[in-house]
């Protein structure tokens, strides 16, 4: 028999009360999983997406809006002629819920502007120039909107054929309504105006490159701000409201975690006093109950964190899968996020056995005699 | 035997003849209010057995707490083979490798076979897994529990209980047993089987042996029998001297 055996033994003894104590921990943890996957998956969509387009730079304004703040048009004709650009492609993006769909991103894009590129046909065709009342799907938009090839799509009050259903390589793209910048400027009122100039710069541009370029523009554009495409959104006001959201949200459900195990770990060692006495006087240190409890608490944790950290992998794909968030983004659950959560509940164990461990190391080894 | 350097602050006389001596032993508690122990004086002999009898609540459990390093006197001195058990640096290792307990209650883990439970204060000793698991097999055989290793407590007799807590107090070779009305929970039979394994191990092992009882049949068994009353010590002597049944 080994101590950890002797610690297991422990947990054992009340099973209906560990069993929801672990619970208690894993609920904690898999919110955790699932509303900073959830966070993660809207920068890593939004990444993938302009990398899918082929986009190194982005100038929008992201502001504290789900979509960035719309700006005049002409602006990038201030940022065309700047070195190492090779390409720009100005786009007005609108997150809008169409027909059942309560939320879909809506690209209007510049035509023949490279961020058409990315995008193969699966079936019918693009649009035939910027002025044809039509629009391509995404292959998930299509799904989610449960429309093909020659039906009809209404974007505000605007009636539209589905001429094309694309796959653009990346989930965002994928679950994205496009058509020509000139259409939703008419279809939205926003004529003249555009929220996204995606650039591409030539094949020489370091990094170092990127950074005064993206100065540039800051200095050109006040109104607007040049990101790399990398760390555009994860900039974004939205963004860091959304995570600050999740993490706040979840460490809460951590907390009443913590409250769980340590109310589970003060009741053991209230109910083993004597059991503790007695392994005191059979010549147990003081430190090896501390380090019994501590194990016990940290294997909660480690249980807790394992099974939440299951919860939440499926329980983000639940939410994603929710009409509020299908089409917005794909949660994105990396392997960090599970290690952290994992950590976490390991870590809130150790700290809730903290005080139950301190407790038993006070109780006199003369209690065994007592009863 | 160990050595004992590591329990004491300073070895003073590791040669004495006696297990235990006490001079003037106090115990009190709540301020003083109460009084357990009241400068009691006596001395154990090394591999003697000596019970100590009395009415309930008249210290003979405290003064086994003070021989188990337990609890610390109040004042007075209290000596294990010539060091003071005051200047313990290591308590639990004393208890741990000179003295065996065994309770009244047993005192089993209920969630540990016997085989387990008779593992346990083996923790504390630099023995392996294997060794710590063939010592327990070997001590449970010697009370006569070969068959019943791998029972929990709940499905042992009270006999048996006490047996594993038996082999569990030996389980590292201690000098000393300390025997808290050992018999106190058994039924007739059971106690008399169990009183001739513990004073067979006592003589086989040579133990120093302290067993508190109430039984008088039980004290009768003993080279010298400690009477208490009050916390006080009424006499100290051989039992075919002692007139009370």
Same mark, same amino acid.
């Given at each position: 028999?080994?101590?950890?055996?002797?610690?297991?033994?422990?947990?054992?003894?009340?099973?209906?009360?560990?069993?929801?104590?672990?619970?208690?921990?894993?609920?904690?943890?898999?919110?955790?999983?699932? @509303?900073?996957?959830?966070?993660?998956?809207?920068?890593?969509?939004?990444?993938?997406?302009?990398?899918?387009?082929?986009?190194?730079?982005?100038?929008?304004?992201?502001?504290?809006?789900?979509?960035?703040?719309?700006?005049?048009?002409?602006?990038?004709?201030?940022?065309?002629?700047?070195?190492?650009?090779?390409?720009?492609?100005?786009?007005?993006?609108?997150?809008?819920?169409?027909?059942?769909?309560?939320?879909?991103?809506?690209?209007?894009?510049?035509?023949?502007?490279? +961020?058409?590129?990315?995008?193969?046909?699966?079936?019918?065709?693009?649009?035939?120039?910027?002025?044809?009342?039509?629009?391509?799907?995404?292959?998930?938009?299509?799904?989610?909107?449960?429309?093909?090839?020659?039906?009809?799509?209404?974007?505000?009050?605007?009636?539209?054929?589905?001429?094309?259903?694309?796959?653009?390589?990346?989930?965002?793209?994928? +679950?994205?309504?496009?058509?020509?910048?000139?259409?939703?400027?008419?279809?939205?009122?926003?004529?003249?105006?555009?929220?996204?100039?995606?650039?591409?710069?030539?094949?020489?541009?370091?990094?170092?490159?990127?950074?005064?370029?993206?100065?540039?523009?800051?200095?050109?554009?006040?109104?607007?701000?040049?990101?790399?495409?990398?760390?555009?959104?994860?900039?974004?006001?939205?963004?860091?409201?959304?995570?600050?959201?999740?993490?706040?949200?979840? @460490?809460?459900?951590?907390?009443?975690?913590?409250?769980?195990?340590?109310?589970?770990?003060?009741?053991?060692?209230?109910?083993?006093?004597?059991?503790?006495?007695?392994?005191?006087?059979?010549?147990?240190?003081?430190?090896?109950?501390?380090?019994?409890?501590?194990?016990?608490?940290?294997?909660?944790?480690?249980?807790?964190?394992?099974?939440?950290?299951?919860?939440?992998?499926?329980?983000?794909?639940?939410?994603?899968?929710?009409?509020?968030?299908?089409?917005?983004?794909?949660?994105?659950?990396?392997?960090? @996020?599970?290690?952290?959560?994992?950590?976490?509940?390991?870590?809130?164990?150790?700290?809730?056995?903290?005080?139950?461990?301190?407790?038993?190391?006070?109780?006199?080894? +003369?209690?065994?005699?007592?009863? | 035997?160990?050595?004992?350097?590591?329990?004491?602050?300073?070895?003073?006389?590791?040669?004495?003849?006696?297990?235990?001596?006490?001079?003037?032993?106090?115990?009190?508690?709540?301020?003083?209010?109460?009084?357990?122990?009241?400068?009691?004086?006596?001395?154990?002999?090394?591999?003697?057995?000596?019970?100590?009898?009395?009415?309930?609540?008249?210290?003979?459990?405290?003064?086994?707490?003070?021989?188990?390093?337990?609890?610390?006197?109040?004042?007075?001195?209290?000596?294990?083979?010539?060091?003071?058990?005051?200047?313990?640096?290591?308590?639990?290792?004393?208890?741990?490798?000179?003295?065996?307990?065994?309770?009244?209650?047993?005192?089993?883990?209920?969630?540990?076979?016997?085989?387990?439970?008779?593992?346990?204060?083996?923790?504390?000793?630099?023995?392996?897994?294997?060794?710590?698991?063939?010592?327990?097999?070997?001590?449970?055989?010697?009370?006569?529990?070969?068959?019943?290793?791998?029972?929990?407590?709940?499905?042992?007799?009270?006999?048996?209980?006490?047996?594993?807590?038996?082999?569990?107090?030996?389980?590292?070779?201690?000098?000393?047993?300390?025997?808290?009305?050992?018999?106190?929970?058994?039924?007739?039979?059971?106690?008399?089987?169990?009183?001739?394994?513990?004073?067979?191990?006592?003589?086989?092992?040579?133990?120093?042996?302290?067993?508190?009882?109430?039984?008088?049949?039980?004290?009768?068994?003993?080279?010298?029998?400690?009477?208490?009353?009050?916390?006080?010590?009424?006499?100290?002597?051989?039992?075919?001297?002692?007139?009370?049944?």
């Amino acid at each position: 028999m080994t101590f950890f055996i002797v610690v297991v033994r422990g947990l054992m003894r009340r099973p209906i009360r560990t069993g929801l104590t672990l619970l208690g921990i894993s609920i904690g943890i898999a919110a955790v999983v699932a @509303l900073v996957g959830l966070s993660q998956g809207l920068v890593e969509s939004w990444a993938r997406g302009m990398k899918a387009r082929g986009t190194d730079v982005v100038v929008s304004n992201m502001g504290s809006a789900l979509t960035p703040k719309p700006f005049s048009a002409p602006v990038r004709d201030r940022i065309a002629h700047l070195p190492h650009v090779a390409a720009t492609c100005a786009i007005l993006v609108d997150l809008t819920s169409i027909e059942t769909a309560q939320m879909m991103v809506v690209s209007g894009r510049e035509w023949n502007g490279f +961020s058409w590129e990315n995008l193969k046909v699966v079936s019918g065709r693009m649009p035939r120039d910027a002025e044809e009342l039509a629009v391509v799907l995404g292959q998930a938009a299509a799904d989610m909107l449960k429309k093909k090839v020659g039906d009809r799509i209404q974007i505000e009050t605007t009636e539209l054929s589905v001429v094309g259903i694309v796959n653009g390589g990346a989930w965002v793209e994928n +679950s994205s309504v496009i058509l020509s910048l000139s259409l939703l400027q008419n279809i939205t009122d926003n004529q003249g105006k555009i929220n996204i100039i995606d650039i591409r710069v030539t094949p020489d541009t370091s990094e170092k490159d990127v950074e005064t370029l993206c100065e540039q523009i800051n200095r050109l554009v006040p109104e607007a701000r040049a990101m790399s495409a990398s760390e555009n959104i994860s900039n974004s006001e939205v963004y860091r409201i959304l995570q600050a959201m999740s993490w706040g949200t979840s @460490l809460l459900a951590v907390l009443v975690g913590v409250l769980g195990v340590m109310n589970t770990m003060l009741m053991t060692v209230f109910e083993r006093k004597q059991e503790i006495s007695v392994l005191l006087a059979l010549g147990w240190k003081r430190g090896r109950i501390i380090c019994m409890v501590l194990w016990e608490s940290a294997l909660l944790g480690l249980f807790g964190g394992v099974a939440g950290v299951a919860i939440g992998a499926v329980g983000v794909q639940v939410l994603g899968a929710t009409p509020a968030i299908r089409g917005l983004l794909k949660p994105y659950v990396s392997i960090e @996020l599970l290690a952290i959560s994992v950590a976490i509940a390991v870590t809130v164990g150790l700290l809730s056995g903290l005080y139950p461990a301190w407790r038993s190391s006070r109780l006199p080894p +003369s209690l065994a005699l007592q009863g | 035997m160990y050595g004992m350097n590591k329990f004491f602050a300073s070895t003073v006389d590791a040669a004495s003849e006696y297990s235990f001596e006490a001079k003037n032993l106090k115990k009190e508690f709540d301020d003083g209010q109460v009084q357990a122990l009241c400068g009691v004086d006596f001395r154990v002999g090394q591999g003697e057995f000596v019970a100590v009898v009395g009415p309930s609540g008249c210290g003979k459990t405290t003064l086994l707490q003070m021989l188990g390093a337990l609890d610390r006197p109040s004042s007075g001195t209290l000596h294990y083979r010539g060091n003071s058990i005051a200047d313990l640096a290591d308590p639990a290792a004393y208890r741990s490798q000179e003295i065996g307990f065994i309770f009244q209650a047993f005192h089993l883990l209920t969630t540990f076979t016997a085989l387990e439970n008779v593992q346990i204060p083996m923790f504390e000793t630099n023995r392996s897994a294997v060794e710590r698991k063939q010592r327990a097999i070997d001590l449970l055989k010697a009370v006569g529990l070969a068959k019943r290793l791998d029972h929990f407590p709940a499905t042992l007799s009270g006999g048996e209980r006490q047996r594993v807590a038996i082999a569990r107090s030996l389980a590292n070779n201690p000098a000393v047993l300390l025997a808290d009305e050992p018999t106190g929970n058994l039924d007739s039979e059971n106690a008399r089987r169990i009183l001739e394994l513990i004073i067979g191990l006592h003589r086989e092992r040579q133990l120093t042996l302290v067993l508190v009882t109430h039984d008088m049949a039980v004290a009768r068994r003993a080279a010298r029998v400690i009477r208490m009353k009050d916390g006080r010590i009424l006499s100290d002597r051989q039992p075919d001297l002692e007139g009370v049944a």
